[in-house]
């Protein structure tokens, strides 16, 4: 059964930083894109992030494009979330997933296998 496994998450004053992490069991894992999503209470799922298999493409929303920096170290089976000049409204639950995806990485339907969460709040 795969797992990916988030943390990171926490309480943080706006314009601070968080480092969100996700460990995989994929065996495969340098094969895989991955993603961080979020979802605030009582809005959908939004993509945050995505990096591909190899790190040399990444992509970001234009809500935190030059605030985050999405990596990977598929030696340690792990992607990283750098989160900086956080916001109020980044608050949400943040999703690790993984997929094999070429385009669209937006779409919550094509990414495979998803974490449980990390909840991160930013304070004002």
């Known amino acids: 059964q795969v797992q990916l496994v988030e943390s990171g998450g926490g309480l943080v004053q706006a314009g601070g930083s968080l480092r969100l992490s996700c460990v995989s069991s994929?065996?495969?894992?340098?094969?895989?894109?991955m993603a961080w999503f979020r979802q605030a209470p009582g809005k959908e799922r939004e993509f945050v992030a995505a990096?591909?298999?190899?790190?040399?493409?990444?992509y970001y929303a234009d809500s935190v494009k030059g605030r985050f920096t999405i990596s990977r170290d598929n030696a340690k089976y792990t992607v990283h979330l750098q989160m900086n000049s956080l916001k109020p409204e980044d608050t949400a639950v943040y999703y690790c997933?993984?997929?094999?995806?070429?385009?669209?990485?937006?779409?919550?339907?094509?990414?495979?296998?998803w974490g449980q969460g990390t909840q991160v709040a930013v304070s004002s």
């Open positions: 990096i591909s298999w190899s790190g040399g493409n990444t």
């Open positions: 994929l065996h495969t894992f340098s094969n895989y894109a």
């Open positions: 997933a993984a997929g094999t995806v070429y385009s669209r990485h937006y779409d919550v339907k094509r990414w495979a296998y």
